[in-house]
């Protein structure tokens, strides 16, 4: 029995303005469902594959700020929509979130300076810390059971040990009913067990095995062949 928050998500491109970039997304163009059964969803592929543009379609459907923070964040910076969010409906379950949060790598100094502005007591001061500081200082604060969070390449701010302080803090939470949607290109995140991972590519947006996604791949091929590859992409640059 599927207990998620968010179960799943139809998606209909003939929503969107035909001149739209949107449209020009292979995954997009051959995916209309996706289900959701784990605590965990990744969200994989190479720059410019819709990942990032999916999960911000599904933080603003489930009425987050476009650019991060809590429901209560309205603020913008600059126009950081695209039509996505109109052209997806979520299937929800029975169970409704306690609370929730959009992380984005990209936006936080941002939502770090309106945290300050929001604050009715003490501010976190998140500008007084280091970019990977303030991140873990934030989701120890915003971290709750049956939360909902969509997190956005948050291992750009993370050193290898903080990612494995994070990845336990994301299992913990997920074994108390949190649900995560999350964006990444670490292979340390993507190991995370009970998650799912889906693969965005010209076939569509598809459920693959962890030792098949490209982060897993290239990382293992390149530990185990360090000397040989950087010889070859070296004399590659000359």
């Not at 003939?14 to 959701?36: D, G, H």
Request: aromatic fraction near 12%.
């Amino acid at each position: 029995m599927n207990e998620q928050i968010i179960q799943g998500i139809r998606l209909s491109l003939s929503q969107i303005e035909e001149e739209s970039y949107i449209r020009q997304i292979k995954a997009f163009q051959n995916t209309t469902q996706l289900t959701f059964t784990k605590p965990i969803t990744f969200f994989v592929g190479e720059n410019g594959s819709g990942k990032s543009t999916l999960l911000q379609a599904m933080a603003v459907a489930s009425h987050f700020n476009p650019e991060g923070g809590t429901r209560n964040y309205h603020f913008s910076t600059y126009h950081s929509t695209t039509q996505l969010d109109q052209a997806i409906s979520l299937i929800k379950g029975v169970r409704k979130e306690k609370w929730g949060y959009y992380l984005k790598a990209e936006s936080f100094y941002n939502v770090a300076t309106m945290e300050e502005n929001y604050a009715l007591g003490k501010s976190e001061h998140y500008h007084e810390m280091s970019h990977g500081e303030s991140f873990l200082s934030l989701i120890q604060k915003e971290f709750c059971e049956n939360g909902l969070y969509f997190l956005d390449e948050i291992e750009a701010a993370l050193s290898p040990q903080r990612q494995l302080t994070l990845m336990a803090e994301i299992e913990r939470y997920a074994k108390k009913g949190a649900q995560f949607f999350i964006v990444s290109h670490s292979p340390l995140f993507l190991a995370l067990p009970d998650a799912d991972i889906y693969q965005f590519d010209d076939r569509g947006i598809h459920l693959c095995p962890y030792e098949e996604t490209d982060s897993y791949q290239i990382t293992k091929m390149f530990m185990e062949n360090r000397t040989m590859m950087l010889k070859y992409l070296l004399e590659k640059e000359e």
